[in-house]
């Protein structure tokens, strides 16, 4: 079940044994992707995953090295399920399309809260069944885009006239031109239209 403001959220626990551990976004999206594609069960009544650093750990409070084996946090999180023509993914972090940080069209999806050194959408939660999305009028001169890009290091960059942030259980891109869509930090494919679903508890992490 999905969170609700002010319901207590994770709990502390130790990591069991036998426990996967991906050591970044990439990797837990890459176990993520190989087991849907296998067709097995990875919600929250099946394999659970943990994750030794990225951004979804550092949204959990966690991603720092050498926590496993060892006192942990343990929650259930959503995925995102990306779609673009007839391809199929997941990400469980964010996931970013552009040709320029610089220039032209932005769009950043976020699960996690954080983007690298980047607090990209302060009010994120992984388990609030919501994408937070915040595009890039194509008009933002590169000034602006620096400015912006310097306050969103302690996540001020928001409320802005050029920064669109909505927050959903889905959301539907369309770009004037292709843009180069990057899950989870791995550049995915090329596309005009990307179609992206919140999975509501869909996995059980520890970080």
């Given at each position: 079940?999905t969170?609700?403001?002010?319901e ?6 130790e990591?069991?044994?036998?426990l ?7 990797a ?5 992707v ?8 990875v ?7 943990g994750l030794g650093e990225g951004?979804l750990?550092?949204t959990m ?12 946090t343990?929650?259930c999180v959503?995925?995102l ?11 469980v ?11 032209g069209?932005v ?13 990209v ?6 388990n ?12 933002m001169?590169w000034?602006?885009r620096a ?9 001020s ?13 889905t959301?539907r ?9 990057w899950?989870?930090?791995v550049?995915?494919r ?10 509501p ?7």
């Amino acid at each position: 079940m999905t969170i609700r403001k002010g319901e207590q959220w994770g709990e502390t626990v130790e990591s069991p044994s036998d426990l996967h551990v991906a050591p970044d976004d990439a990797a837990a999206r890459e176990w993520v992707v190989r087991h849907r594609n296998a067709a097995h069960d990875v919600g929250q009544h099946g394999t659970q995953l943990g994750l030794g650093e990225g951004d979804l750990a550092r949204t959990m409070g966690g991603g720092r090295p050498g926590r496993f084996p060892g006192t942990v946090t343990r929650a259930c999180v959503d995925l995102l399920r990306v779609t673009a023509g007839d391809d199929t993914t997941w990400a469980v972090a964010h996931v970013v399309a552009r040709r320029s940080w610089w220039t032209g069209e932005v769009l950043l999806a976020m699960n996690a809260q954080f983007l690298g050194p980047y607090d990209v959408a302060p009010r994120s939660h992984p388990n609030d069944g919501r994408v937070d999305v915040v595009r890039v009028d194509s008009a933002m001169s590169w000034r602006a885009r620096a400015h912006a890009r310097s306050r969103a290091r302690t996540g001020s960059h928001l409320p802005h006239p050029q920064l669109h942030a909505t927050s959903g259980p889905t959301h539907r891109a369309e770009f004037s031109r292709p843009l180069v869509v990057w899950v989870d930090g791995v550049r995915w494919r090329t596309a005009s239209t990307i179609d992206i679903t919140v999975e509501p508890d869909a996995l059980f992490v520890y970080a």
